[in-house]
């Protein structure tokens, strides 16, 4: 199983991006997919997370902004994000895990990672 995350850059306060996770050698439609973002000097934290009926939840500091959505046609999930700030700037990480169906905030520890791409958010 491998997860390619894209569609990192350097954008200004304000601005969009949109973040892809490409999944292969398994079938998405099974799976939950989750965004995690590590910041210098911090910890990894939880952004948002879709499982295999497509429901979402997302964390505080980004409910209102950024979208999670799957197209399991091409196995990838995006990750839309609006109205960037500066705490935003991050890696930004797409994880799996085969307990697609049920709660995604409920699965402790996510089986697959992807290799990160850099979000940064800067005037």
């Known amino acids: 199983v491998q997860l390619q995350a894209s569609g990192g850059g350097l954008v200004p306060p304000g601005d969009s991006l949109s973040l892809s996770c490409a999944l292969s050698?398994?079938?998405?439609?099974?799976?939950?997919i989750a965004w995690f973002r590590q910041a210098p000097g911090n910890e990894r934290d939880w952004v948002s997370c879709?499982?295999?009926?497509?429901?979402?939840h997302y964390s505080d500091s980004v409910t209102g902004r950024f979208t999670i959505s799957r197209d399991n046609a091409r196995n990838t999930v995006y990750l839309q994000m609006n109205n960037l700030r500066p705490e935003d700037t991050a890696v930004y990480y797409c994880?799996?895990?085969?307990?697609?169906?049920?709660?995604?905030?409920?699965?402790?520890?996510?089986?697959?990672w992807g290799q990160g791409t850099q979000v940064t958010v800067s005037s």
């Open positions: 879709i499982n295999s009926a497509k429901s979402t």
């Open positions: 050698g398994v079938n998405l439609d099974y799976y939950a």
């Open positions: 994880a799996a895990d085969p307990r697609g169906g049920g709660y995604c905030l409920a699965i402790p520890n996510y089986r697959y």
